[in-house]
T-cell receptor
Framework: KAGVTQTPRYLIKTRGQQVTLSCSPISGHRSVSWYQQTPGQGLQFLFEYFSETQRNKGNFPGRFSGRQFSNSRSEMNVSTLELGDSALYLC??????????????FGPGTRLTVT | DAKTTQPPSMDCAEGRAANLPCNHSTISGNEYVYWYRQIHSQGPQYIIHGLKNNETNEMASLIITEDRKSSTLILPHATLRDTAVYYCIARSYLPDKLIFGTGTRLQVFP
């Protein structure tokens, strides 16, 4: 089975712009979660989507949003980029239907640099 | 989610067992202990998880104390490729999300 894929792998944007990142989960996985990793804050949970619905959300401003499509692929969008949004954005997919011991499998991440 | 505490760094000689401790004294009964590792700038990799019993898979063993307040991840024969940051997570499923701490940076040396 192919793993989680994320595109693009690297991105450079300017302050004030917006960006869209894409994630394709492992085939059959319906849950997609997004995380942000920065040297200062570490790995932080952004949100989780299941069956095209946002099921969980972390403590990030409304500039961070996402969506999931019927084929389980997910996108996240960051509007009005700030320098502090420079980070590695990671996507993870899992089989999780409801509560259960389903591990999350991570993609390689998208490295976003805001200048 | 329960908070976990790990030593910031550890060293291990190649071929020896690496024992990575984790303290989760406030873990609740429905929280699993998960371990992930992250090799420099790659996505985290799932290693193993457990609830009460000790677990073993092809990568590692997980030893959970009887009171579930701490656990140890064991890499039986560490290799240079095991050099990574190891995260111990106490995970509940409502809501389902991983709360990463600062992890342990394991350095395996020749």
């Amino acid at each position: 089975k192919a793993g989680v894929t994320q595109t693009p792998r690297y991105l450079i944007k300017t302050r004030g712009q917006q960006v869209t990142l894409s994630c394709s989960p492992i085939s059959g996985h319906r849950s997609v979660s997004w995380y942000q990793q920065t040297p200062g804050q570490g790995l932080q949970f952004l949100f989780e989507y299941f069956s095209e619905t946002q099921r969980n959300k972390g403590n990030f401003p409304g500039r961070f949003s996402g969506r999931q499509f019927s084929n389980s692929r997910s996108e996240m969008n960051v509007s009005t980029l700030e320098l502090g949004d420079s980070a590695l954005y990671l996507c993870a997919s899992s089989l999780a239907e409801l509560a259960g011991a389903y591990e999350q499998y991570f993609g390689p991440g998208t490295r976003l640099t805001v200048t | 989610d329960a908070k976990t505490t790990q030593p910031p760094s550890m060293d291990c000689a190649e071929g020896r067992a690496a024992n990575l401790p984790c303290n989760h004294s406030t873990i609740s009964g429905n929280e699993y202990v998960y371990w992930y590792r992250q090799i420099h700038s790659q996505g985290p990799q799932y290693i193993i998880h457990g609830l009460k019993n000790n677990e073993t898979n092809e990568m590692a063993s997980l030893i959970i104390t009887e009171d579930r307040k701490s656990s140890t991840l064991i890499l039986p024969h560490a290799t240079l490729r095991d050099t990574a940051v190891y995260y111990c997570i106490a995970r509940s499923y409502l809501p389902d999300k991983l709360i990463f701490g600062t992890g342990t940076r394991l350095q395996v040396f020749p």
